[in-house]
């Protein structure tokens, strides 16, 4: 089974600290995500990267950055935290299409942040 | 813009009775379409998806969904509900760039 794994699954920051959430999987994906979810929102994209060193905006970037150095790890950061920026916040991770088929995303746990 | 909408926020049903929860789309061109299932304090959980071929669809747990493309819907449905279907169900629609998530139907079972 795929696994994902987000580092922590509760953080509490303080406002203007900048801040690190960390993503792991271990089955050699090539694209990764992250979202926030918040309650009547559902998830909303931050950014996804289909490769090492590639990353592309999602639908909310702005307040965030993200880093890819290794396959395997999806870093996202909050560059001056805010308390806007208090939620729950998913990474996923994909294969790439194989043959016609577009594969499912698979998630980790959440980390639940929150600013102060 | 590809969007997803779940009308229902909350949804409360007996133990046993029958589900079927709304999902509907708006995609460009042909739509990749997914279910998963959240349970509290967790990720989300694949519970089935459509791409192609026969518009009904079997998942895990029991659950099926059937893709209707006349009506942009892609519902999900469970004969007999069990206490621990109560979670959040969250439809998706998209391709190979981007999948969109609709704002989820939050399930609650009473025995």
């Known amino acids: 089974d795929v696994k994902v794994t987000q580092s922590s699954r509760y953080l509490v920051k303080r406002t203007g600290e900048k801040v690190f959430l960390e993503c792991v999987q271990d089955m050699d994906h090539e694209n990764m995500f992250w979202y926030r979810q918040d309650p009547g929102l559902g998830l909303r994209l931050i950014y996804f990267?289909?490769?090492?060193?590639?990353?592309e905006k999602g639908d909310i970037p702005e307040g965030y950055s993200v880093s890819r150095e290794k396959k395997e790890r999806f870093s996202l950061i909050l560059e001056s935290a805010s308390t806007n920026q208090t939620s729950m916040y998913l990474c996923?991770?994909?294969?790439?299409?194989?043959?016609?088929?577009?594969?499912?995303?698979?998630f980790g746990d959440g980390t639940r942040l929150s600013i102060l | 813009a590809q969007s997803v909408t779940q009308p229902d926020i909350h949804i409360t049903v007996s133990e046993g009775a029958s589900l079927e929860l709304r999902c509907n789309y708006s995609y460009g061109a042909t739509p990749y379409l997914f279910w998963y299932v959240q349970s509290p304090g967790q990720g989300l959980q694949l519970l089935l998806k459509?791409?192609?071929?026969?518009?009904l669809v079997q998942g895990i747990k029991g659950f099926e969904a059937e893709f209707k493309r006349s009506q942009s819907s892609f519902n999900l449905r469970k004969p007999s509900v069990h206490w621990s279907d109560a979670a959040e169900y969250f439809c998706a629609v998209g391709g190979y760039q981007k999948v969109t998530f609709g704002t989820g139907t939050k399930l609650q079972v009473i025995p």
């Open positions: 996923a991770s994909r294969t790439d299409r194989t043959g016609d088929y577009i594969q499912p995303q698979h």
């Open positions: 990267s289909y490769d090492v060193k590639m990353k």
């Open positions: 459509y791409f192609s071929g026969d518009t």
